[in-house]
């Protein structure tokens, strides 16, 4: 795994799955037995993470999704606290 977050590209570790709930109208991150639901933004965020765009590459993309918000301030903050909890890989 890279130890810098411009090389790393996140992509969902293999038992995870990003699911969205009518129900509830939020994402979920589905693990083996255990559900995260994900609150504002953040399935946006993870739906990012397919293992092909890095840390800047996603920070851009919701940048311009999403103009004005301090996304270059807390998505990597977020993405590496997935990365803690063993979520992205």
Do not use: N
Not at 27 to 54: M, S
């Amino acid at each position: 795994m890279p130890q810098s977050t411009d090389e790393w590209c996140p992509a969902l570790a293999p038992a995870l799955m990003l699911r969205h709930d009518p129900v509830r109208g939020t994402d979920l991150l589905v693990l083996p037995e255990r559900v995260v639901v994900l609150k504002g933004h953040g399935g946006t965020v993870v739906g990012l993470c397919d293992g092909t765009r890095t840390v800047h590459g996603i920070v851009g993309e919701l940048a311009e999704r999403f103009p004005g918000a301090p996304v270059a301030g807390t998505v990597p903050a977020f993405l590496d606290s997935l990365r803690q909890e063993g979520w992205l890989k």
